[in-house]
């Protein structure tokens, strides 16, 4: 799919980052989200920006790439920049104009709070960008294991997870098939005034979610009828495994956090 | 030797009280390492058998037995293990993310080892050409490759009785005949029961027994041949004999050219030879 839009998009690739255990991604992704607002100092974030442009690098997937992917937050992280820059009073007047007032600290306050954003979704977006979403599933499906005990229904999260992500793609492609049926009866989604596209829609979803219903009903049968009974004595055919490469990387990652705490100031 | 494995002791069954019986008065009896066939026009109620037989519907009245269980609340999950079913719709029976993940469903469910899970998928789906397809998503596969997979799905857990409601009706003839030996073969290896059903009569000239049903009613109960002879009977309940079987009985109508209902051409093609040479 070639939008340019990658948040959430896969990308196949032989790196070493693509084969860690899914779990390992999470973890440092989850821990390196908290520690990114403990950098404080021009060098605390040098340092979590080397650390993010490695493991970017290590991906293999084109930077160019990753950057366009990440077109429709350009906006959002432009709008916290500006934001900073006109709310923030600290520091000494550089600019007037106006009635608008803009101060030293709110250029740097502006700066480090968007670039923090950026260092954020950059490294998030590695996730989605490296494994897919299957795989994601299985390691949150690991990773709440714990919370059985509190009756929280992990796996029945996963499988529904895992359920969307099979049936996503072939309401896409009904939602297309209904809507060509559609335009080829002369019902227009693309132009005219706003009130028609919406009602050009309807058409649109109502066989669509008649047909979603009565998937989730057939697919629920079948589901029985092969024997499903819920997670309890289930065995899983993907296995998650932990080798010696993410005990390495959850390693690495520490270190990199402990030095981020010496370049705090 | 054979024993009855499925049977319906007048079975009574509605989808809900306001509205008309599905099944009125069904009683039959299927059994093991036997071949059924069961056929009847559109909603003459075959699926809701299907549906029956594993405990996804409940009868209002009448008895189901399976394996020598009552199907009930209680037998139902030990039932169902041994019941393998497809359904009609290839798309909304396939539970994975990948043609793999999909035939590991029914043996994740039976809690089977992952080793052995792994031996199995890779068997079934050999079973049914499509091991080069094991990584493939669903929505990249034709309806037919999906009733394939659905069905290596069943071959997989292993059941004792196969139930196939109009699982092949995607496949092209050639395919279709291709799946159809690959599961007798298995039915007369493992001496299970297969159940096929259709609302093509070309599809039943291999099994052993044939119910044809109209209109939620057992209309006749018979083998392949005695169904043929049946072709008037048959038009007026919406069905079409085969060409071969039509050919059959139109030559005896002047005469008995035909001794023995022909199932295929061949047969057809041995009773004319014979014919003319007793001549
Ligand atoms: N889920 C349902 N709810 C209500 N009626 C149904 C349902 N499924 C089937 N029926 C009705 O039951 C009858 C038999 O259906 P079915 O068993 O699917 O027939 P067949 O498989 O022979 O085409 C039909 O009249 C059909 O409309
Ligand atoms: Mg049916």
Known sequence: MNNGILIGQYVPSDSFIHRLDPRTKIMTIFFFVIFVFFANSTLSYAWLTLFALTVTFATKIRFIFILKGLTPVWFLIVFTFLLHLFVTKEGTVLIEAFALKIYSGAIIQGVAISFRFFLLILVTSLLTLTTTPIEITDAIESLLHPLKKIKFPVHELALMMSISLRFIPTLMQETEKISKAQASRGVDFRTGPLKDRIQAVVPLLVPLFVSAFKRAEELAMAMEARGYQGGEGRTKLRELKMETIDIISLITFAVVILVLFFLRT | ?279
Not at chain 2, 82 to 108: I, S
Request: hydrophobic share 40%.
């Open chain 2, 1 to 279: 030797m054979s024993r009855a494995y499925i049977e319906f002791r007048n079975v009574f069954f509605r989808y809900s009280e306001d509205q008309p019986w599905v099944l009125k008065d069904v009683s039959f009896r299927i059994f093991s390492d036997q071949w059924v066939a069961i056929i009847g026009h559109n909603g003459s109620g075959k699926s809701t058998i299907a549906k029956l037989i594993n405990g996804l519907l409940t009868p209002e009245k009448g008895e189901i037995i399976v394996d020598g269980l009552p199907v009930n609340e209680d037998t139902i999950w030990e039932i169902r293990r041994k019941v393998g079913m497809v359904f009609q719709n290839p798309d909304n029976q396939f539970v994975g993310t990948t043609v793999r993940d999909d035939v590991a469903f029914g043996l994740e469910n039976r809690g089977v080892e992952r080793r052995e899970m792994i031996r199995r998928i890779d068997e079934s789906l050999k079973a049914v050409a499509m091991a080069d397809y094991r990584l493939q998503e669903p929505h990249r596969l034709s309806g037919g490759q999906k009733q394939r997979v659905a069905i290596a799905g069943v071959l997989a857990i292993s059941p004792q009785v196969i139930i196939l409601d109009e699982a092949t009706a995607m496949l092209d003839p050639k395919g279709r005949k291709e799946i159809m030996d690959t599961v007798n073969e298995l039915r007369t290896q493992e001496r299970i029961s297969l159940v096929t059903i259709t609302h093509d009569l070309n599809e039943i000239t291999q099994a052993d027994q044939v119910i044809v049903m109209n209109q939620g009613e057992v209309y006749l109960e018979a083998t392949p041949r005695e169904v043929f002879l049946e072709e008037t009977l048959l038009q007026t309940i919406g069905l079409d004999v085969p060409f071969v079987a039509k050919l059959a009985n139109e030559l005896n109508k002047d005469g008995n050219i035909i001794s023995k209902q022909p199932l295929n051409q061949e047969e057809l093609l041995e009773e004319l030879w014979t014919y003319h040479s007793i001549k």
